[in-house]
């Protein structure tokens, strides 16, 4: 099946610096990827959608100029933890599927984020 | 985005059969139903996707009633490897759609 690769698969930072994440997709193109972060013990939430070319579309209460998203390459997209703090501390999943109908998503491996 | 909801856990024994039904009651005519495995730490594994009736692969199977408003994961024999949390989805496929998880159900398997 298709994959989905995310890298780092964990980093640790100090407080206030900025972290990126990039996900790929390995083997289709992706016109659209999305961001997740997942809490201990609770449900994967939707931060944004990221879209090759264009602006990324957030969720509510997420902050856009905290959680910068480019998605420059049809299987390319990065999101950036800028001046991180430790709520910040989380584990972020990217997800993709290609553009056909009835194709599923697949997720990348995660990012285990630590902000200390 | 049609709202699901699931049993937060359930048990089960090695070789059993395990069910997980998910209600989705405003699914609407062009939503699919999919779920979804995930580990700790790790990001979410395709099972498996359906619209009506039944779906099998190798690994599960997918139930869905004429009304389409409630759907059942069924994985056969189950494992101790089977411990994870499932996730049922609804909504539209196609590479735009974005996809909101519910709660999930923790599956754990004993010996």
């Known amino acids: 099946g298709a994959v989905v690769s995310q890298h780092p698969s964990r980093v640790i930072c100090k407080s206030g610096t900025s972290v990126k994440i990039e996900c790929r997709s390995l083997d289709f193109q992706a016109t659209t990827m999305f961001w997740y972060r997942q809490f201990p013990k609770q449900s994967l939430m939707l931060m944004a959608t990221?879209?090759?070319?264009?602006?990324?579309?957030?969720e509510q209460g997420v902050e856009k100029d905290k959680f910068l998203i480019n998605h420059a390459s049809l299987t390319l997209s990065t999101l950036t933890v800028t001046s991180a703090h430790p709520e910040d501390s989380s584990f972020y999943i990217c997800?993709?599927?290609?553009?056909?109908?009835?194709?599923?998503?697949?997720f990348g491996q995660g990012t285990r984020l630590t902000v200390v | 985005l049609a709202k699901t909801t699931q049993p937060i856990s359930m048990d089960s024994y090695e070789g059993q059969e395990v069910n997980i039904t998910c209600s989705h009651n405003n699914i609407a005519t062009n939503d699919y139903i999919t779920w979804y495995q995930q580990f700790p730490s790790q990001g979410p594994r395709f099972i498996i996707q359906?619209?009506?009736t039944k779906v099998t692969n190798e690994v599960a199977s997918l139930f869905i009633p004429a009304d389409r408003k409630s759907s059942t994961l069924s994985l056969p024999r189950v494992s101790l490897s089977d411990t994870a949390v499932y996730y049922c989805l609804v909504g539209l496929t196609g590479g735009g759609n974005k996809l909101t998880f519910g709660t999930g159900t923790q599956l754990k398997v004993e010996l």
């Open positions: 359906g619209y009506k």
């Open positions: 997800s993709a599927r290609g553009t056909q109908k009835n194709t599923e998503a697949f």
């Open positions: 990221s879209n090759e070319g264009s602006k990324a579309t957030y």
